[in-house]
């Protein structure tokens, strides 16, 4: 598997709600140790949505600061992004993601 | 290398320069490994893929991609079966570019490269390149 699979796969709930296509993933440094890099990195959440220029500018990344003007223009544009975590994945196939439909 | 890190991966590290620890510019992360638990909960980051295959793969020219990395594996040298394949352990530091913990010989990301190199444009009349 690799990351641009899950970039363009689709995210849609088991009640059959579409969310949009995968825009970015989030990875955490709490996996087994890759020695002698360290520990590996596990993918924790999603950011899933249907407007690919707000989300791909990163201003509704966490620790993400820039000019409020900027925050608030890609924030109205992103609000429809939603975050999911990777524990509610039901199923992936490769090109769609189910995830439980209580995830976002 | 801490533990507990955070990053966007799209954002932070695709498209990423990276550098081997001879100083050597070794290509870009076009594409990032990702590999499931044994127990198929969690996917793991296991190694950085880099090259024109992948490159062409993640933009999603699916066939041509994998074309590319057969023609790059049967180059490359010594023979090696995904040379644009770079295990994650050998990372060594993720900054504003990815460096590598090993030579740039050691990564075969540059393998189409140095063969075009060595066996076209050396034989070009005037090409004037000297092989390393």
């Known amino acids: 598997m690799r990351l641009s699979d899950l970039l363009r796969s689709e995210v849609v709930d088991t009640n059959g709600r579409r969310y949009g296509t995968v825009e970015d993933v989030l990875i955490v ?13 596990r993918v924790d959440r999603l950011i899933v949505g249907t407007r690919r220029v707000g989300t791909r500018l990163g201003y509704n990344r966490e620790g993400i600061r820039g000019p409020w003007v900027l925050r608030a223009l890609f924030g109205a544009i992103e609000r429809r992004a939603h975050e999911i975590a990777w524990d509610a994945v039901v199923e992936w196939d490769g090109r769609t993601i189910v995830v439980r439909a209580d995830a976002a | 290398m ?21 100083g050597v ?23 950085i893929l880099s090259g024109p295959g992948r490159l062409a793969y993640r933009v999603g020219a699916l066939r041509l991609g994998r074309w590319l990395q057969q023609v790059h594996a049967a180059v490359a ?35 189409l490269e140095r063969w075009a190199r060595d066996h076209v444009v050396t034989h070009i009349p005037g090409a004037g390149i000297e092989t390393q």
């Open chain 1, 29 to 41: 440094q709490d996996g087994p140790l890759l020695l002698p890099f360290g520990a590996a990195f």
């Open chain 2, 2 to 22: 801490t533990t507990g890190r955070r990053l966007w991966a799209g954002m932070r590290l695709l498209d990423r320069q990276l550098v081997s620890n001879d």
């Open chain 2, 25 to 47: 510019l070794a290509g870009c992360v076009d594409d990032l490994e990702l590999t499931a638990s044994d127990d198929g909960n969690d996917l793991y980051v296991t190694a």
């Open chain 2, 77 to 111: 040298a010594p023979p090696r079966p995904e040379p644009s394949r770079i295990p994650f352990n050998v990372v060594a530091d993720i900054g504003s570019h990815i460096e590598l913990g090993c030579s740039n010989d050691e990564v075969g990301t540059a393998s």
